[in-house]
């Protein structure tokens, strides 16, 4: 049904046929993106009875994942060594950016931020995850 929208609307978008796969492909993944957001707020109600200092626990692993397995390469049409190293460096940059921000949304108790926070890098953490199990599976590697 997704990929059916998604080729309907980059149809009426372009009529170039390589960029009308890469605006399927875009479009796919969003609505992915959009469908497995809603199932996260939906999660994350059920989740907010778990205490802080679980979440901080679970706010690292995902700190963790994101160090270690970003970028996500695509092995079509993958990063050269240059570019990774520079998307790995934002990556950092973003998630120490986050950290920084989470320790003071929690010493000002501003719990909109904290929450925010939280889920957004564990969502960035699972779309690692996924990602590289994705590619790895579709290529015939063992993970």
């Not at 080729?7 to 170039?16: G, Y």
């Not at 679970?58 to 092995?75: G, T």
């Not at 570019?83 to 719990?111: H, M, N, P, T």
Request: contains cysteine; proline residues 2%; aromatic residues 10%.
């Amino acid at each position: 049904m997704i990929n059916k929208w998604c080729k309907r609307i980059s149809n009426h978008i372009c009529t170039n046929q390589n960029e009308r796969e890469i605006i399927q492909y875009g479009l796919n993944q969003f609505f992915w993106i959009l469908l497995n957001s809603f199932a996260i707020a939906i999660l994350v109600r059920k989740i907010n009875e778990i205490s802080l200092d679980s979440m901080l626990m679970i706010y690292l692993c995902f700190v963790c994942v994101i160090v270690l397995f970003s970028p996500v390469d695509n092995p079509i049409h993958p990063l050269s060594k240059s570019d990774s190293r520079i998307y790995a460096k934002k990556s950092r940059q973003l998630v120490l950016g986050y950290s920084f921000l989470l320790a003071i949304s929690i010493a000002l108790r501003i719990i909109i931020l904290r929450d925010s926070i939280i889920y957004t890098v564990l969502i960035v953490g699972i779309s690692a995850l996924a990602g590289k199990w994705k590619y790895r599976q579709s290529h015939g590697l063992a993970v």
